[in-house]
């Protein structure tokens, strides 16, 4: 376990580390802190003042109408960037801070269509923004890189992709080398790509990953080039940026990862949830492929269809385990749904750093209650806060140790949250799939301190920049802040 002390070292060093961000920002003039999807390395954090009372009446700056969409606004020091779908047609918007007027618009090819789950649409992933370039990427076709005054430099087609949600995780950019990751059911994989020319560095596949949508965070070892941290099922993986070769893993992580891990000194926390079966205690072991076979296989085709399943919990889930969505499981997708069955819902923290399986050594605690599946964990004030996809509920638990530290209720019953929290001057910002924002005093009692209702859908996590709360939903983009 982490002592309290260490603890609180670890959170003076991060917090050093976040105000250098934000100085080489403002030094360069040319990008925000805000860069990339949940702003400075993913975690959610902000530094600055911001308002409590805002609402679509409250603290408004500026609002405008906008193109669906659930990209997060991502900044350079003037603009703001977002993707969008207009008339069936995917857009890149360039967006002016000061008055939300779009500044450039470019279409890009959408060749395919894609089945994508009711909560993940063609405009799903958020932007990753540097000095000089812009990149984005669209599941019906592939990424697409532009300077800061919208002129394409490249374009890459991906895909197409078989994610029984869509695709959703977002590129990050380090250094010279754009990486995106594509967990889907058949031939998961993670890329680098040269951000200038988009000449591809390396590929590296992720046989174990399947339906992914987790952004990577960004490690900077002592002495050594930078990796990044991916999470994916069953592992969390640490790559090389420049090379793409896996450096170290841990063990643990559920089948399905969709949150962004948060990288605070040298603890990382991450939580994944699977499904109410991989619970604490409802693990199901199955047997090995061949010995399924002959308990299993009617037909003799070598394949296992839904009907000659033993074990209708298994059933139940067939659409997910059927990667190939062809009405059979080969021995590849057995394989992987064994591991799917045997995993457990878990939040984590984890010491980065080492080489090859980092299991044993790294691992500094786990939770196993009240998992999030798609809300990503936000770390601030020695508190780890789990906010709940369902029900409105929100769990804490200490940061340095996992021990539990209150459950309760900060939105509606009925409710349910997509987007991640945010935390900048001492509040934390949740946004609820039906438009419910409430404000929470971090480090305090799960005791809402301001509420409002927006009355539209909201899909993507609000941003922090600059002393002001940016926020998009269904058909508006707003710009909160103070007004006197």
């Not at 990427?137 to 992709?161: T, V």
């Not at 987790?214 to 069953?234: A, D, E, H, N």
């Not at 070769?245 to 040298?266: A, Q, Y």
């Not at 409710?415 to 001057?425: E, H, I, K, L, R």
Request: hydrophobic residues 40%; glycine residues 10%; aromatic residues 10%.
């Amino acid at each position: 376990m982490v002592a309290p002390i260490a603890l609180a070292v670890r959170v003076v060093l991060a917090s050093a580390w976040l105000s250098s961000c934000l100085v080489v920002a403002q030094e360069e003039g040319a990008t925000s802190p805000w860069n990339r999807f949940r702003g400075p390395n993913g975690t959610g954090l902000a530094e600055g003042q911001y308002v409590t009372q805002i609402g679509p009446e409250q603290g408004v700056i500026w609002k405008r109408e906008f193109p669906e969409g659930h990209s997060s606004p991502i900044f350079s020091a003037k603009l703001m960037f977002l993707t969008g779908v207009e008339d069936e047609k995917i857009y890149t918007y360039a967006i002016d801070r000061a008055d939300g007027a779009t500044v450039w618009r470019k279409q890009g090819p959408r060749p395919r269509r894609t089945e994508f789950h009711g909560k993940n649409g063609p405009a799903a992933a958020s932007a990753a923004v540097d000095a000089d370039t812009v990149i984005v990427f669209f599941d019906e076709y592939g990424m697409l890189a532009y300077d800061h005054a919208g002129k394409e430099r490249w374009r890459m087609p991906l895909g197409p992709f078989f994610n029984i949600y869509g695709m959703g995780a977002s590129p990050i950019i380090v250094g010279d080398t754009v990486v995106l990751p594509c967990d889907d059911g058949k031939a998961s994989y993670v890329i680098g790509v040269d951000k200038m020319t988009g000449d591809v560095r390396y590929k590296v596949d992720r046989p174990n990953a399947v339906s992914g949508h987790c952004t990577p965070v960004v490690y900077q070892p002592k002495g050594k080039g930078p990796q990044f941290i991916l999470p994916g099922s069953f592992l969390l993986d640490s790559y090389d940026a420049k090379t793409g070769k896996r450096v170290w893993w841990i063990r643990g992580l559920p089948s399905e990862m969709k949150s962004v891990p948060v990288l605070l000194g040298d603890t990382l926390w991450i939580h994944g949830f699977g499904s109410p079966q991989n619970n604490k205690g409802r693990q199901i072991e199955l047997v090995e492929f061949t010995a399924a076979l002959e308990q299993m296989d009617k037909d003799g085709d070598k394949l296992i269809n839904k009907d000659e399943l033993t074990d209708r919990r298994v059933g139940r889930y067939f659409q997910f385990l059927d990667l190939n969505a062809n009405g059979t499981l080969d021995a590849d997708e057995w394989r992987l749904c064994r591991a799917s069955f045997a995993s457990v819902n878990a939040a984590m923290a984890v010491r980065v750093g080492g080489e090859g399986d980092m299991t044993d050594k790294s691992v500094l605690w786990q939770y196993y209650r009240s998992i999030p599946q798609l809300p990503s964990p936000l770390i601030t004030n020695g508190i780890y806060y789990l906010l709940g996809d369902q029900g409105g509920l929100m769990s804490t638990v200490r940061a340095d140790t996992g021990e539990f530290v209150e459950k309760a209720r900060v939105g509606e019953a009925g409710d349910a949250y997509f987007t991640s929290p945010v935390c900048g001057d001492g509040k934390v910002y949740l946004l609820s799939e039906a438009g419910l924002l409430t404000v929470l005093a971090a480090g305090k009692e799960l005791k809402p301190i301001h509420s409002a209702e927006f009355g539209e859908p909201c899909f993507a996590t609000p941003a922090l920049v600059d002393n002001k709360i940016w926020l998009r939903t269904h058909g508006h983009l707003y710009c909160f802040g103070e007004t006197k």
